[in-house]
């Protein structure tokens, strides 16, 4: 699914096919979590594919690298550029681009600061396929930001989402809402929140989670469209009150929320504030 006999990528300054990309068992990023990635999205628009924010989600990579003490031998620009190239050498338009960062060999808990770079990419439909999400409130809550730097993406952060997610399924849904150590909404396992009251927008503060590019860009176009839309500190009873919720990030797009704990939010999707926000981004991603 994420690659084939053909499938090139890039390593280490090299491209290579991704069956003959190898890396060894004793890198610090496979042990202990320190790496850092991201998600990113192109689009094919009527001028060739449009890497989504490119820009923004590089400068993440850099953030990221920073806080995990790891060095990075590109620049913003450089990495935007191999992106185009990861894009023309496996004729993609429509894709996910995953850039990884990881770190030297070494079994123990010192930063080597070297890091190597990995990029692939694939062809990744709907995140969340057509049907309606039902999230489920995790028992785990969202990493502590006085453990660890909750708003950079580390790869070991995400042992946190992955049980999230598997209590979540295992209980017959299809995400989960983590709350923060104050017992605030946080985010999903992959995405932030926005729910919609009295056709006003909220969606969580920044401080317990990822501050996603999507989150803001949404924020962006509500400015844009003159929806009122306001982060502020949420407790479970102020989602279950809502009128509809939606989730959004790169992978996942804008998905609207059907439930939450089985409990059904009054407004159909198509009526909500999310819907016609949808449809904007949904235009400006396909935008020459
Ligand atoms: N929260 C978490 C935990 C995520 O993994 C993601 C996906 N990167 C998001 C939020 C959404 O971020 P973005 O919109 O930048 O993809």
Redo the contacts with the bound molecule.
Sequence with gaps: MYYDDNTVVFLNGEWLKAQSAKVGLYQQSFHYGNGVFE?IRSYQTPTGPKVWHAKAHYERLLYSAKTMHISIPYAVDELVELTYELLEKNQLGDAYIRPLLYTSENMGLQIDDEAHLFLCAWDWGSYFGDKPLHLVTSQYARPDPASCHVEA?VTGHYAN?LLAMKAAKQQGFDDALLLDKNGHVA?A????IFIQKGGVLFTPKTGH??P????QIVIDLCQSMGISCQEATLSLADVLAADAAFL????VEIKGVTSLDGQVFPLMWQESLGATIHQQFNQKVRAA
């Design positions: 998600g993406k989402s985010e396992t992959g995405a932030n989670l990822l996603g590019i999507t989150r959004t990030g790169t992978a």
